[in-house]
T-cell receptor, first 114, second 112 residues
């Protein structure tokens, strides 16, 4: 069975600071990888995804993530955060092929200070 | 274009009771997954339905059961409620398993 680790539980940044949120997964086969975001008072929504191909994927609102297969990592980055990025971020993994369940990490709460 | 809708938004039950939560998937989606999200945790996969059958199941007891209807909507049933079942229950839909999911706002279930 797969598992996901998000090591940063709570991150506080000032506006314009750079962001990197760590995500590591454990699974022996090929995977699909996702980052979801939950803004205050809103439902979970997809930020970006990796299925195959270029390991550097770009998502909405200037976010990007890099899949490093050798490190089983899929870290989320943004060069310059804004106050509106304050949210909870979840990394998720799903094995490829067939009917597969999605496993979520415990989430990282990001607080951006104006 | 309607997103995923869940009902009710909030429910209070007592131990031992049974509850049914409902979900309508995003238009065009045929796969529905249910998650339990406890406070401070990420969503935990309960099960996934496609073509009215349970296709995948997480580590949840048989007290948790579900159903998918021909119009792709779904229900989550929980029997013999325990205090530990208090959580936010999320429904997510997708176009096929493994594809990006669209989430509803969830049903907050409180067990007294």
């Amino acid at each position: 069975a797969q598992s996901v680790s998000q090591h940063n539980h709570h991150v506080i940044l000032s506006e314009a600071a750079s962001l990197e949120l760590g995500c590591n997964y454990s699974y022996g086969g090929t995977v699909n990888l996702f980052w979801y975001v939950q803004y205050p008072g809103q439902h979970l929504q997809l930020l970006l995804k990796y299925f195959s191909g270029d390991p550097l994927v770009k998502g909405i609102k200037g976010f990007e993530a890099e899949f490093i297969k050798s490190k089983f990592s899929f870290n989320l980055r943004k060069p310059s955060v804004q106050w509106s990025d304050t949210a909870e971020y979840f990394c998720a993994v799903s094995p490829t092929g067939g009917y597969q369940k999605v496993t979520f990490g415990t989430g990282t709460k990001l607080q951006v200070i104006p | 274009d309607a997103g995923v809708t869940q009902s009710p938004t909030h429910l209070i039950k007592t131990r031992g009771q049974q509850v049914t939560l409902r979900c309508s998937p995003k238009s065009g989606h045929d796969t529905v997954s249910w998650y339990q999200q406890a406070l401070g945790q990420g969503p935990q996969f309960i099960f996934q339905y496609y073509e009215e059958e349970e296709r995948q199941r997480g580590n949840f007891p048989d007290r948790f059961s579900g159903h998918q209807f021909p119009n792709y909507s779904s229900e989550l049933n929980v029997n013999a409620l325990l205090l530990g079942d208090s959580a936010l229950y999320l429904c997510a839909s997708s176009l096929a398993s493994g594809q990006p999911q669209h989430f509803g706002d969830g049903t907050r279930l409180s067990i007294l």
